[in-house]
């Protein structure tokens, strides 16, 4: 495969990252950068795992320290009713 068909499928898949993300746009932004990059990754290394704990940290992360929010807690809360 050469290299404009591996970053168009790239950006495809960030696209569609992006689009499940979407009530967000801050969250949709960032998740279109980080798919675009994590699919690159992907297709150079085929493990899944791999990206998936990066999804993992980057998601993290991004709700403490970007949207300033504890998701946690929320969970927390509501399994405490």
Known sequence: MSVPHRVLLAFLAALLFSLSHVPRLP?????????????????????????????GILAGLTFYIVLQQDPGARIIQFLMR
């Open 27 to 55: 969250l949709s932004v960032l998740a279109l950068i980080a798919g675009f990059f994590l699919t690159l990754i992907y297709q150079r290394h085929q493990n899944l795992w791999a990206v998936g704990l990066v999804h």
